[in-house]
């Protein structure tokens, strides 16, 4: 051990006692089921730590690292013995073991040339309604930001019953803004937002003085393919 840490050999990491305690896997801190935490990380008191006696720590014949806490720093005062398996361990020793094990995607920064060469930039609304066509579609929002859904049907146009709500809900709950669920951009005479001009608009940010801005934003375009939404 070090002061406030435990040491597991072949991992260099330091596994500090609160993240130890918070992290125990026995069914009464995670539900056998569910793999739910059963209690609240704020209930780890800072200074937890294990138990004085010998042995409190220790490598089983498993290979799993045992800690027995010291009672006095459990709300019930009762003893408490934790285990975790080196996989578990190792997992969140870095971010890179962790990353992998959550398979998360990796952002992408591209100009125009390097995003027209994705292969699924463009997904029709069909193919999206499938398991791995919205895997590709997520996919490739979440690396580059940016999709093109073509192949919208176009019949309804009113804001009620728009095609471009069904498509937005696929991805996530539309949330609700001061401009209405949603709403049309167009050029209007003596207009008190600049979003509802003809002018330029290059790239740029939305509703950046709210405090939890969108993640994504769906428009809609008529095109002779039907309608691409990004």
Not at 18 to 44: A, F, G
Not at 135 to 148: D, E, P, R, V
Not at 175 to 180: I, L, N, Q
Not at 188 to 217: E, F, G, P, R, V
Request: aromatic share 8%; hydrophobic share 35%.
């Amino acid at each position: 051990m070090v002061p406030g840490a435990v040491v597991v050999p072949s991992i260099s990491t330091p596994f500090p006692f609160t993240w130890l305690r918070d992290s125990c896997q026995c069914p009464s801190c995670i539900h056998p089921s569910t793999r739910q935490k059963l209690r609240e990380s704020s209930s780890v008191p800072l200074n937890v730590q294990p138990s004085n006696e010998p042995g409190a720590v220790t490598i089983s014949n498993d290979s799993k690292l045992v800690v027995q806490w010291d009672p006095r720093s459990e709300p019930d005062k009762q003893p408490h013995t934790s285990s975790y398996s080196f996989d578990f361990l190792k997992r969140y020793s870095n971010a890179e073991d962790l990353h992998s094990f959550h398979r998360d995607v990796d952002t992408v920064k591209w100009n125009a040339a390097e995003v027209s060469s994705s292969s699924a930039l463009y997904v029709s609304y069909q193919d999206l309604q499938t398991p791995s066509g919205l895997l590709k579609s997520i996919t490739q929002l979440a690396q580059y930001g940016l999709l093109f859904v073509t192949q919208v049907p176009s019949e309804k146009t009113s804001d009620q019953d728009c095609e471009l709500q069904n498509l937005a809900t696929i991805f996530g709950e539309i949330r609700e803004t001061f401009y209405g669920r949603v709403w049309d951009v167009k050029n209007i005479k003596n207009s008190k937002n600049i979003a509802y001009t003809n002018l330029n608009l290059d790239l740029h940010m939305d509703l950046l003085i709210l405090q939890d801005t969108k993640s994504c934003i769906a428009f809609e375009t008529a095109s002779k393919g039907g309608l691409r939404c990004s």
